[in-house]
Every structure is written in structure tokens, then in C-alpha cells.
């Protein structure tokens, strides 16, 4: 069921003022209400709900300062947008202290309004999130086949894995390595026919050629050396049921024409067999190679490529569905809690905002790895941005690989990997240089440094930096 849109609210004395806020957001899917003084704003925020309000500092009848001061009292969840004129550090370090989300100095340009104001929204959002699962049975509920998640990327993977279940078509689940493929794979499988059969998991990354095909289609005594008994394989043990091969752009040339033909037939031979086998066995393939480009250039067979790009899945990348992270975190952090005793009943705001702001380099698999440490860690009732250990870059993946590229293009992409996190190293540092020799005023800091101030805060939520604490809550 669609939300209602989100309700802003533009406050100033100057009609002309409300009048082009209210032009400027009007091209955003939302509800834009005016109000020429801090009364009037006042009665609208009584009588109705709104999500972000954005005021005028100075103003004839009730200034700005009092509007936070009252709409904070109100309701703290309301995100403040304070506009002025006088734009000073002193101003600015004043409305944030009393909870202002931001403050846009003018002249702003359209762009900057816009930005701003989408950035509370979502700011908003996330923090309603984040406080409905944390006090509800949502988070705790079991979700069916691990696929979590309400995005329109992660419902329309869930679309295609109902269709094409109760058939027996070849599926190929494709996506960046940590997004959850055999998951995908365990879903068609439980949705399927052949939910009473057997499930295999295969990764071909890890077997060579002649070790794989033994796996797959078995073999006979002494088909090769080390062979000293008759095994039954995999597709043998599988029929009725599902193997899925995972990894399928590490297998050889000769392994790919075996499985091409087995796709034809449903027909095998053992390793150094005469005697032909049957079953019936449905299989999933899955990687995160671009398989098209490797048929292009000879490292995979183009017959045995068109032939299990039958019914192709996309999983997309976890920074690509943003409104799946906190369901996803919470999933895992009940799954930890049970499993180490500990009574955690979520994350802090703060906290889920900078899960949120994270690039997730290493998907669903990074950010599961990322809560069991803070749940390891966390010694109160909610998770925050410390036991995450962001401000220590802990989330980053390590600069140089695990494990030595075995092919070109796994040196390309391992090469790419490690730019990518310099990058981001050196980005991060710049912003917060930057943000401390200018006290923390975002204006200043982009003035100086040579950005637009919207721009410099869209790089700053990317790097999941916010302002001190000091500077975003009233003295305690």
C-alpha cells in the first residue's frame, strides 16, 4: 500500500518568499503548505501532521528561533529547516544546538531548496523506520526464505522467483558477490514443486574441472587416479530435487559442455562409465561475472551461455534498495542477540543513519558481519554509531585482497576494489579536514574548499559524516 506523501510546511513573512518555495517544491512528489508568521505555523502543526517545516529565521511576528523552539517541544520528529539572511557561525551553531535538521542561507537556488528538503524527508523516513521496527513484532517476525525487505528492487526479485517457481525452467541468478544468490536460488526451491526434494548447494569456485565433474555426474572405479571406489554424484543423489552451481564462471570449457548437454538431455555418464543414467534434476546457476562479455572474448561457451540465460535474476546491490538496510540490520541483530543472550532492542538514530549513508561494498554479507560485531560490542539497550566503529573506517574492506587474483579479469576488478576504497580514504579525510578548520559550518567549508554547499553534504551523508554531537544537541 503507497505511504501519503510527505507534508512540508514554509514559513516566512515575505509572501513572495512562500509563494516560490512553494513553486521550487511543487516539482517533488509532496504536499506543500504555507504560513506568514510563527502563529499561523503554529495552528497549521496543531491542527495537522507535517514532516518537515521550513522557517524563516527573521520574521515580524514569532522569529524562527521560537518556531524550532516550539515545533521541537511538539513533536522532536518534525525536521526544521531554518532559512536566513544573516548567516552566521553563531546563528548556525544556535538552531542546530535547538534541533534544527539544517539551515539554508539565502540566496539558495532552487537545487539547494530541493536538496535540502529531500534530505530531511528521507531523514525523516528512516528514523520512523528505524523507531517501527525497533517497537514492533516487524523486525522479529520470521520473513519467508530470508528474503528481507519492502524495496521495489527486492519485490520484484520476489515477482520473478513466484512466476518462474512452479515451473522447471533453468534460472540464472545474477548479481555482485554478498547479495544473497543462494538465497534466491533456496526460494525457488522452497516455492517449487520440488520443495519435498533435496537442495544442493555447489560452489565451482573451489573445485577444479575434473574434481567438479566428478561431484556432478559421479564416476566409476578407477576412472582417474585416486579413484579407488564407484561414487554416486550429486545430480544422481538430486533427482526430484535442486542443484544449485554457484559461481558457474570458474568452470572449464569441458565441464560447461557436459552440463550443456546434461541441460538437453537430463542424461549422463559417470567418469569413466559406459552405462547411461537419467534423472530428473532442476538446475540454478548464479554469478557475479559479466557472462555475456567472458562468451564475447572465448573464456565462455556462447551455446551453453544461451542456454541458461533462460529465465535470468537480478539481484541488486544493497546501496541500490536504500529502504531494505534497517529491516535487513534488525533481522540480523535479533538473529545475534538470540545467539549470544543479549537483550538489544536496536539501533539509535544516529546509528541507523549512518548504516543508511554507508556504500555497502560488500552487500548483505558485509552489513550481517557489521551488526554481529556490534552486537559483540554494544553493552546498552541500542546500537550506536561507536559500536559500529565507523569513525575508525572498520567497514571498509581491506585495501589489498584476501587471496591472489587468479585471472585477468579478477586482477581488474581487484584493482578497481582498491582504488575505490583509497578514494573513499582520502574523500573522507578531505571532508573532515575541511568541516574542523571551519568549526563544523558546512557553508564555510564548501565555500572554502571550492563546492556547492549541497554537493558538499551529499558527499558528507555518502561518508556517513554528521556533526559532533556539540553541535546538534541542546547543552544537557
Known sequence: MPSDPPRILIVDDEVNICRNCEKILSKMDCEVSIAQNGHDALTLIEAEPFDVVVTDLKMSRMGGMEVLRRVMEKDPDIRVIVMTGYASVSSAVEVMKIGAFDYLPKPFTPHELRAVVLQAITDRMTSRQNHRLKNSEEAARPIAHQLIGNSPQIQKVVSMIRKVAPTDATVLVYGESGTGKELVARAVHANS????????????????????????????KGAFTGAHREKSGIFRLAHQGTVFLDE???????????LLRFLESQEFYPLGGT?????????IFATNQDLQNMAAVGTFRQDFYYRIFVYPILIPPLRDRKPDILPIAYHFLNQFCRRMNKSISGFDDDAGNRLLAFDWQG????LRNVIERAVIHCEKKLITSADLFLRDNALAEPAMPESIPQTNEALKQAKRDIRIAAISELEKKFLTHALEQNNWNVTQAARQTGFQRTNFQNLMKKHGITLPHRLRMPPG
Open 363 to 366: 552487500n548483505v554479507r558485509q
Open 275 to 283: 552405462t547411461l543414467q537419467k534423472v530428473n534434476v532442476r538446475l
Open 248 to 258: 558457474i564462471s570458474n568452470i572449464s570449457l569441458d565441464v560447461q559442455g557436459m
Open 193 to 220: 514443486n520440488r520443495k519435498d526434494g533435496v537442495f544442493f548447494a555447489v560452489d565451482c569456485g573451489t573445485l577444479s574441472g575434473n574434481l567438479l565433474a566428478s561431484e556432478l555426474f559421479g564416476h566409476v
